[in-house]
Each structure stands twice: as C-alpha cells, then as structure tokens.
C-alpha cells in the first residue's frame, strides 16, 4: 500500500490526474477571493496617503555695496553671512526641501552717475543638494553694486522650476528677500510681487529688513511679510522664525462660537481664502472629533486668510493670521437655531409652496425654504413672506441659539370658478372695509381652479361679451382650509 491509502504502485501517470485536479482547485479559490476583494481595489487605492509638498526656498539676498557699512562691531554682510550659514547648517538633510541662492548687487563696482541695475543672478540653483554651493558662493561674495529689487524679484520667478500640471505633489515657492535698503533703479518692487503672487509663481514673500532705516522700511512692507531687524541680535530670531514659517505647516481649529461663546455648532461649510490674492485655500465641513471638541487641520502658515464659515446668513473673518509651531483656534461666531415651516392639519398640499426669508430690515432675499421643512439660521430676528395666494408676511420670527421656532402656516381651500362664458375678473381678499387685489383671472380660461388661504374673499367678473360696465359682476365666497368652495357665472 502507498501513502495515499491504494494498492496500486505509486507514479506520476498514477497520481497526475489528483495533483491536476487539487491545483485546479486552488486556482479557483484564489480566482474567487481576487473577485470579492475587486469592488475594495478603488478604495484602497483612493485611501493612498499623497506625499508631502515639497517646498522650494529662493533665498534672495543684499550683496550692494552699503552691505559694507557697520552693524554692531563688524560689517552688515559678515553678520547676515554667518547667520544664514547658520540656519543652512540646521536645514542640511531636512526632507521635501530644495533651497536655492540669488544674489544682487555683487558684480559690478558702483561708478560716479552710473549704476548697473542689471546686477542680480542667480548663483546656485535649486536641488535638494545646494546648501554646499551655497555655503561656498556665501563665503566669496564682495559687496559692491548697487540694489535693484524689483529687478531681482522679477527674475526670481524664472528661478523655479515651471509647475507641472500633471504633477501629483504640492509644491509650495516661497522667496525670502534679505535687504539693508530699498530699490535704487526708480522701478517698483510692489508690483512686480504682487505680479508673481497672482501669476501663482510664489508665495508672499519674506522680507527682512537689516538694519533699516524708520523711513524706508514702509517702501518695503508692500513687498510681503516684512520683519524688521533692527540689531544683529534682532536679525538672528526674524531669520529662525522666517525660516520656520515659511517650511511648517502647522495645525489649526474652527471654533464655531454659539451666542453663549462655546464652540460646539458645527456641520457647517467652511472656506478658507487668500486674503492677499482671493484664491481658495481650504474648503471643507466643519466637524466635531470624538472628543466632541472641533477638528484639527493641517494648514500653511505662510497666508494670511478669510474665512467664511457658510451659515445663513454667512459670516466673514479678515485677515486671519495662522503661527506657525503652535495650535491656532480661529473663532467664528456662528451661534445657529432652526426654522422649521409646518402647515396646518389636514393631508399634504398639492403642490410645494414657498417662503422667502430676510433678515428684519433687510429688504434682499435671504433664502427660499419649501414649507414643510427645517432650515438653520443665524441667531436673530427675520421677516418672512410665504408665496401662498395671497401671499403671507410674517415679521420679526426670532431665532435663538439652539432652540427651533416653528410657524404654521395654514392649509389653503380650494376655489373653483365656474363662468359661463370666458371673460375678464380678478379676486380680492377682504381686509376690513378693503379690498386686496389677489389675482387676475385668466380671460380665456372656462374653469379656473385657485388654491387660497382661509379668509373672505370676493370674485369680480365680467364675461367678453358684455361691453357695458354695470355689467360687472361680483359674488362673495368663504374659504375654509382644506375644503373646496364654488362659483357660477
């Protein structure tokens, strides 16, 4: 007997067709787990976490002549030299990184009446490798031109590399301009960054100002996040912040604030803005984490922001400014209750009847909310007129934080006219001793059917017959909520 229990001598001829058989078998079972795992596939895929963005530095850097002059006990540049030298030793190895280095200023000597405000090149270009090339052309540099900014600002955004658009990774192109003084060529650095910015070429910059003096520094503020360093001291933080800011995102929090100032609305779309150029940065809907404490997001420091928290109606915050290294809480006023649109008892109206809501004293339209449904709104007083025939106001609705105000509107009846000709007419509501104009009749229609709110009304007609005014006819009726009532002519 062999080891599979039979009498007959083992052989490939014997056992071949088990050995078939058992791997057949195992290829439909994988066959069958590759399909129920299929419908997975997308979303695993959808799930793959998008690399980091990758953040290109263009350090934009005074070489001019009045570098020269003495800050503390030793030159502008020495001083700028080791300090930058410095905060490239720190960032030597930092992932997701390409630095690089132009310099102005540096090769043409300052000449009685003649200035060379062409005198600006980039010295090491951008790589994930540069610091040592930078090190190098930072130790050699001579300060002796002049300082064209805007003409350097303006190459600057030749210095990166052209976006991609097919590119998967986020890019972030920040430049960081180090100047002791402002632009000497008549031409207007203001407007070339302000060019780059809604071009999408770069990020405001970074401007530090070495040493500057009280009247200058605000020609310099335009250009983009401005730092003043006015000691050699001064000058080594704003370089460490500016760096730290311009590399980290950071974390932050909408605080959706109740009338009573606790951060607990939530479920509410959020926008976040440029402020400088209006281009959106961030959109999505608020939530409460399972701490029951609002969210925490990541988000770039570098902006300066408007956010708009969409409740109705919206609120807006200017100039939102996020720090970097910490946990910012950006708080909205957004305290919400509900107005919730009912209509009285009976079975559902043929037809969806609208309100249109505005704030008290406001005269545009808010919103449009379908009766029947509930709606969040702003903590506050609002008019409401509900298109109903005849139309419906109701003024000052108010809406506390937390708490629904609901209003019932009442059922419509059902009028029908009847003439026994076609002609013209129109029905009025009666309101004391007057008469409110509600709706024309239609002259060439032989049945009318109207759905009006409860009340008095009275129904004015004329057939296209009659060419005498007297002829004039008038009949009064009652309607009564959810109950038909008619007229004959």
């Known amino acids: 007997m062999n080891m599979f229990g039979t009498l007959f001598p083992l052989s490939w001829g ?23 795992l299929a419908p997975f596939a997308g979303a695993f895929a959808q799930e793959k976490v998008p690399p980091p963005p990758l953040t290109r530095m263009l350090f934009v850097m005074d070489a001019s002549n009045s570098m020269n002059a003495f800050w503390g006990n030793q030159p502008k540049i020495n001083t700028a030299r080791e300090l930058l030298l410095k905060s490239l030793k720190e960032l030597e190895g930092q992932p997701d990184l390409e630095l690089a280095l132009r310099l102005y200023g540096h090769q043409t000597p300052i000449q009685p009446g003649k200035q060379d405000c062409n005198d600006t090149k980039l010295e090491v270009p951008f790589s994930a490798n540069s610091i040592p090339d930078m090190r190098s052309v930072l130790n050699s540099v001579r300060c002796q031109g002049t300082t064209p900014i805007a003409r350097s600002l303006e190459k600057s955004g030749g210095d990166f590399p052209p976006w991609d658009p097919n590119a998967t990774r986020k890019v972030r192109n920040v430049i960081i301009l180090i100047t002791d003084g402002i632009e000497a060529c008549d031409e207007d650095p203001c407007a070339v960054s302000r060019a780059l910015q809604s071009k999408g070429i770069t990020l405001k910059p970074f401007v530090i100002g070495v040493g500057i003096g009280e009247a200058d520094k605000y020609s310099l503020q335009c250009v983009g996040n401005y730092f003043d360093a006015s000691t050699p001291e001064l000058f080594e933080h704003v370089l460490k912040v500016v760096v730290t800011q311009a590399l980290n995102s950071t974390t932050a929090q909408v605080s959706l604030m109740t009338e009573d100032g606790k951060p607990t609305e939530t479920d509410v779309p959020v926008t976040f803005y440029d402020q400088r150029t209006g281009a959106l940065r961030y959109h999505f809907v608020h939530t409460m984490n399972d701490r029951n404490i609002p969210d925490t997001l990541s988000i770039d420091p570098i902006y300066t922001y408007r956010v708009v928290a969409h409740t109705l109606p919206q609120v807006t915050r200017e100039n939102v400014i996020v720090k970097p290294g910490i946990h910012n809480i950006i708080a909205v006023d957004a305290g919400l209750g509900t107005l919730q649109l009912k209509v009285g008892n009976g079975p559902p109206e043929a037809q969806a009847i609208v309100c249109i809501i505005r704030r008290k004293g406001v005269a545009n339209t ?29 003024d000052e609705v108010r809406i506390e934080q937390g708490k629904t105000a609901e209003v019932v509107v009442p059922r419509s009846g059902t009028l029908n006219i009847l003439p026994s000709t076609t002609g013209n007419g129109a029905v009025f509501v009666k309101r004391g001793d007057e008469l409110e104009w509600v709706i024309d009749l239609d002259p060439t229609a032989i049945r009318t059917q109207l759905r009006l709110l409860p009340g008095q009304y009275q129904v004015l007609y004329r057939s296209r017959g009659a060419r005498r005014t007297e002829l004039s006819i008038t009949k009064d009726i009652t309607i009564e909520s959810g109950r038909s009532a008619s007229i004959n002519f």
Do not use: F, W
């Not at 058992?22 to 066959?31: D, E, G, M, P, S």
């Open 14 to 36: 014997n056992i071949r067709p088990m050995v078939e058989r058992t791997i057949l078998l195992l290829l439909k079972r994988v066959a069958l787990c590759l399909i129920a």
């Open 366 to 394: 808010l919103h449009v909310q379908e009766l029947g449904t509930s709606q969040r709104l702003r903590a506050g007083v609002y008019d409401l007129e509900v298109l109903t025939l005849p139309r419906l106001k109701i």
